[in-house]
T-cell receptor, first 114, second 112 residues
């Protein structure tokens, strides 16, 4: 069965510091890969996605993620964190077919210290 | 930019009552989904819907749940007889030919 692991439940970084959120997946083939962000009381906003091609993908709000097939990982990065980035971040996978469900990780809560 | 909308934002109901959660997906999308997130837990898939029928459902989606696309714009989730454990945030999502799911803001369901 597909599964997604986000090993860090909470991460605290200082404003201006770099950020890396980890995501590992277990799946028989390379799936579609996504990162979503959820601010308190809000819905899920898509940050970026990987379908194929360049393994480094750029997203909104200055985020990027790198797909590493050999490690079954899709880590999210940002070079300089802003206080407004404090939120919960979810990694998700879906099979490479239309209309398939997303399987989510447990999420990582990001706190930003000023 | 088009977005998925959901109503109501918060629904409070008594155990055993029926609730209907409503969603308006993005207009040219073909695939529709419901997910739920119990407080403090991960987002879980409930059901997907395509071409006016369920394409996949999870084990959570038992006979108490049903989905419908009553017209060309709305997509609804009905829970026939709510239980305390149905209390959660329910998210609707839709996708088109890019296979990216876009989520609505959610409906918080509280069952008393």
């Amino acid at each position: 069965a597909q599964s997604v692991t986000q090993p860090d439940i909470h991460i605290t970084v200082s404003e201006g510091a770099s950020l890396e959120l980890r995501c590992n997946y277990s799946y028989g083939a390379t799936p579609y890969l996504f990162w979503y962000v959820q601010s308190p009381g809000q819905g899920l906003q898509l940050l970026l996605k990987y379908f194929s091609g360049d393994t480094l993908v750029q997203g909104i709000k200055g985020f990027e993620a790198e797909f590493k097939r050999s490690q079954s990982s899709f880590n999210l990065r940002k070079p300089s964190v802003h206080w407004s980035d404090a939120a919960e971040y979810f990694c998700a996978v879906a099979p490479m077919e239309y209309g398939n469900k997303l399987v989510f990780g447990a999420g990582t809560i990001l706190r930003v210290k000023s | 930019e088009p977005e998925v909308t959901q109503t109501p934002s918060h629904q409070v109901t008594q155990m055993g009552q029926e609730v209907i959660l409503r969603c308006v997906p993005i207009s040219n999308h073909l695939y529709f989904y419901w997910y739920r997130q119990i407080l403090g837990q991960k987002v879980e898939f409930l059901v997907s819907f395509y071409n006016n029928e369920i394409s996949e459902k999870s084990e959570i989606f038992d006979d108490q749940f049903s989905v419908e696309r009553p017209d060309g714009s709305n997509f609804t989730l009905k829970i026939r007889s709510t239980k305390l454990e149905d209390s959660a945030m329910y998210f609707c999502a839709s996708s088109g030919d890019t296979d990216t799911q876009y989520f609505g803001p959610g409906t918080r369901l509280t069952v008393l």
